[in-house]
């Protein structure tokens, strides 16, 4: 350990550092309560002994100062005096333990191995929680918005089990990272999540990518295939737009997820699989049990959990957060280095609403660091939509050209015209808007030749 003895008698000081260097310890000496102090300051020390009392200042305060400014360092303190009052005083402010006069070597090497011991403990200890909390910071989620830290506390509970979670939420919102991030924290994590969106086959080609076929089973079925629920077994099976899934295969479903067992197409002998389903869908599964589309038996099975995602628009608090991540990825992917977002397109991007939420996000930043040409994403690397986004604090002329006095008259012309325009032209009510009387107001129209 890194000892560091605080004496001011030199012969004290030369012979428990003698003895110590010898048991393999790093030490430095000091020989003031002040000195010693100012060596924990910049200093890496495990373990201090200091003497209680010293011209400077008393053991106690040394041991306060100490604790102060690292409260991880051990402090024993040395004392002629051993009371029971002095020892519990020490302790209280965070001794590790006191030693007294003249000083027992085989007491202060066990003392020493105590302290080594539980340093060795705390480390392990914090090691832990460090790894626990790792676990729970959700893979590639990016969020510092109430509503989403709702929706990982839910995850969070929800992860470590094999229930069926149904997530829905608007397309872009983040459905398929959410799926990742249960099955991540999930004991199932060390295989991979496999992925089917069911809007994107047919119907024969679905029953077949989840539950495998038997070669011959249909036409084209020219050899045998293992289905993704097979493939999904001992881990997550992620099923993207479930609302998509004709009538036939959800009774197919349905019966897989009850008896957790699968059946080839085209075969009749039951496979056992245990699988961890995750659903997904930006369509109302709740809507369409009342229209009829979607079976109400297959809902409730999926519905076991439901995770409800809100549209980016609902969860402004997430739009800097994901701006600066996205920012430093492309910016890293595109080498471009430290980039930034100029203030104005900064507060664009703030403004806009992202009808197609995180992923419309993602591809604006990603564009406009390819269309950067420096460092700074300006506005006009903004799209359109998201460019011509009326800016309060926008001043009101473009340009800095003609007279202070050519200006003021300008700048008060497009005030007085956006309170008449706010008032519809009602002079008395924009007079109160601009704070000014209506004579006042009649005398700014008249000089500024503007309509009466
Ligand atoms: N919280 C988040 N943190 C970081 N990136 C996110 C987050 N949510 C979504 N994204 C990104 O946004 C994009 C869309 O996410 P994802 O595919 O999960 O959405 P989805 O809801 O499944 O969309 P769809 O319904 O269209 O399939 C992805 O590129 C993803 O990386």
Known sequence: MNLLIIDNEKSQRDSLAGFLKKR???????????????????HQVDVVLTDFRMPDKSGMEVLEAIKALNPVVDVVLITAYGT?????????????????KPIDLDELELLL???????????????????????YQLHNLIFQSREMAKVASTV?????TRTTVLISGESGTGKEVLAKAIHFASPRKDRSMVTVNCAALSDTLLESEL???????????????????EQAHNSTLFLDEVGDIPPATQVKLLRVLQERTIERVGSNQPLEVDVRVIAATHRSLDQMMKEGTFREDLYFRLNVVAIDIPPLSGRRDDIPLLMDRFLIRFGEENARGNM????????????????????ELENIVEQAVVLARGNVVTSAELPSTVRQLPLENKPVFSSL????????????????????????????????????????????????????
Do not use: C
């Open 211 to 229: 539950f495998g076929h038997e070669k011959g089973s249909f036409t084209g079925a020219d050899r045998q295939r293992i289905g993704r629920f």
């Open 84 to 100: 029971i009052e002095t020892a519990v005083e020490a302790m209280k402010k965070g001794a590790f333990d006191y030693l007294t």
């Open 24 to 42: 393999g310890h790093a030490l430095a000496t000091v020989s003031a309560g002040e000195a010693g102090i100012a060596y924990v300051e910049k």
């Open 401 to 452: 050209s003609g007279s202070f006095a050519e200006q003021v008259a300008a700048f008060e012309q497009g005030l007085i015209r956006q309170a008449l325009a706010g008032t519809k032209g009602v002079q008395r009510r924009a007079a109160d808007v601009l704070g000014m009387t209506e004579r006042h107001l009649r005398y700014k129209l008249q000089k500024y030749g503007m309509k009466d």
């Open 340 to 359: 930034q977002f100029s203030k104005e397109a900064f507060d664009l991007l703030m403004k806009y609403d992202y009808p197609g939420n995180i992923r």
């Open 113 to 135: 191995a105590k302290i080594e011991n539980h340093r060795n403990l705390v480390s392990e200890n914090e090691r832990l929680r460090e790894q626990l909390a790792e676990r």
């Open 156 to 160: 969070a509970r929800i992860a470590p």
